[in-house]
């Protein structure tokens, strides 16, 4: 044993000083992770989910295009059919032109720039929400060649997916396909009207020329709908492994009905929702989920609207839309886990499940999409709750009362997981915030862009060349929202897990009016944490 020199003790002043100093770097610390996990900035994840629509175009890009890595594409589109469908918008990360969740994509920024869009404004966003909305709608009058003849998709799946091209290199089928009355798709027909409903409303008062005839165009293809019924899916065997039909088509229908009565007030689209509501699953279907494909909590949630502001065209039809109603309340408390536990069947099935990170968690694939969506409805009905004279501003759900606060806060967990507040410190929106998917599976992103360098790149020179690679993307898909975690809040950031790091349309288009309303939330707090001003709707909403 070393005999080495006595250590003399420390005098007392020093030991309190060492601890102070300790206290102070270990507060330090704590404060430096809380901003870090606390700080997030909703207008630039509203910035950058525009931003996402303009890399997803198809068709001539216009001058003022902000993502310089994309180029022209799809220029010869419908020139085999003899009609002009270039435009439009691609779903994902691939290069067919799928109607269905395009239509939706619509509705949902529409949606949000209906209920939101002085919050989209006050950040600047308004010009780039139209756009966004525009590129979509401008290709479904197109699309829309005759009145009971609707252009659904281009290009197949099953060809596009055997190569990994650019959109610019694209050699890959481009076949149109068509529904029509000897092979109707009442789904697509009526998700279109919705969109275009829908975007007639934003459209009003800035260019009512166009809104008039987004107008008219969704009022027919509603017709064509209703009269020829049937699935899309059983039309065009191409789409059937990509976007299938599986909740059917009578919730599209019940959706653009009410979408079209709000954007004409006639009652007698309000009626033909009340006069199928049993039959077509509106007051049945009681659900957890709000889709691309499965309508039914956006249509309760848009019937329950009428109520609680207390529309005078809702009197008569009262008994019908509460149980709309109810079955909205249903939806929204399955997400705040405030139903009946154990479920109707005794297995849980009637509130959503979370993972221990606290995400909504509903199935396995692209499940990022169902939080987004989920997110939506809530911060919609939050704000209907705050303004409703008739509910006494509360959500009842068997398991307690929810205020109006309560769902925002939900939805702004939500909003918050997706932008890095989550186990693995990860924003999965791409191009957010320091840690981000940087494979994210995506053609035009995985590839080197066109303008830097033109040599053409064929069908499967881009599988040996860039999609195995195991390097970052070298074009970042700002504001994409990629599939996301699993059940577990595990996630692997490879070009290859599509369930995990493909990016949607539909996942971010829900996103832009909840991430304007928070932002606006966000810069109008006062020091109690409720935005300033006098109490009512605002107050409500931030309690």
């Known amino acids: ?182 092979n109707p798709g009442s789904d697509l027909a009526g998700e279109t009207a919705a969109a275009l409903a829908a975007a007639s409303i934003v459209f009003r008062r800035s260019n009512p020329h166009y809104s008039h005839l987004l107008l008219h165009h969704a009022q027919q293809l509603f017709e064509f709908g209703d009269r020829y019924q049937g699935t899309y899916d059983s039309s065009i065997a191409e789409v059937r492994s990509y976007y299938a039909s599986v909740s059917g088509y009578r919730d599209e229908l019940l959706w653009a009905a009410l979408w079209l009565h709000r954007a004409t007030g006639r009652d007698g689209y309000l009626r033909y929702a009340v006069d199928r509501a049993e039959d077509f699953g509106g007051v049945g279907w009681a659900m957890t989920e709000f889709s691309w494909d499965v309508k039914y909590a956006g249509v309760q949630v848009l ?137 994210v599976h995506h053609r035009g992103a995985s590839i080197v862009a066109h303008k830097a360098n033109s040599r053409f790149i064929g069908c499967m020179q881009g599988f040996d060349d860039w999609f195995g690679r195991g390097r970052a993307n070298p074009n970042v898909l700002a504001g994409a929202i990629v599939g996301g975690p699993n059940c577990r809040d595990e996630f692997r950031d490879d070009r290859g897990n599509y369930m995990q790091t493909e990016a949607c349309t539909y996942n971010t288009a829900p996103m832009v009016g909840v991430f304007a309303r928070l932002h606006r939330l966000a810069t109008e707090e006062g020091p109690e944490g409720c935005r300033r001003g006098t109490a009512g709707d605002d107050q409500a909403e931030c309690r």
């Open 303 to 439: 019937a329950a609207k009428l109520l609680l502001e207390g529309d005078p065209q809702a009197a008569p039809h009262r008994a019908v839309l509460e149980q709309y109603k109810a079955k909205a309340e249903h939806y929204l408390c399955a997400c705040l886990g405030l139903n009946a536990a154990g479920g109707v069947n005794g297995n849980g099935s009637d509130n959503v499940d979370r993972s221990p990170g606290g995400m909504l968690y509903v199935r396995q694939w692209n499940n990022l999409q169902y939080v987004s969506s989920a997110a939506f409805l809530l911060t919609a009905y939050s704000h209907y709750l705050s303004s409703s004279t008739t509910s006494g501003g509360l959500l009842r759900c068997p398991r307690g009362a929810a205020a109006p606060g309560d769902l925002l806060a939900l939805a702004r967990s939500q909003a918050d997981y997706i932008l890095g507040r989550n186990p693995l410190r990860l924003s999965y929106m791409v191009g957010y915030g320091r840690r981000f998917p940087v494979r």
């Open 1 to 182: 044993m070393s005999r080495g020199r006595a250590r003399r003790p420390a005098p007392a002043g020093s030991v309190r000083a060492a601890a102070l100093l300790l206290l102070l770097v270990a507060a330090a610390a704590a404060a430096a992770a809380r901003i870090e996990e606390e700080e997030v900035d909703y207008g630039a994840a509203l910035s950058k989910s525009l931003l996402y629509f303009e890399a997803q175009r198809s068709g001539r890009l216009p001058h003022n295009q902000r993502v310089p890595w994309r180029g022209h594409s799809g220029l010869t589109d419908g020139l085999q059919q003899g009609v002009d469908l270039v435009g439009g918008y691609y779903d994902a990360g691939d290069h067919v032109k799928f109607g269905l969740p395009m239509a939706f994509t619509v509705t949902m920024l529409s949606w949000g720039a209906i209920e939101f869009g002085d919050d989209v404004a006050a950040a600047g966003e308004w010009g780039h929400a139209l756009e966004a909305i525009k590129w979509g709608t401008d290709y479904f009058v197109k699309a829309h060649t005759e009145p009971f003849v609707y252009w659904a998709e281009v290009g197949d799946g099953d060809t596009d997916h055997y190569c990994w091209q650019r959109p610019e290199d694209m050699t890959t089928s481009r076949q149109a396909y068509r529904i029509d009355p000897d």
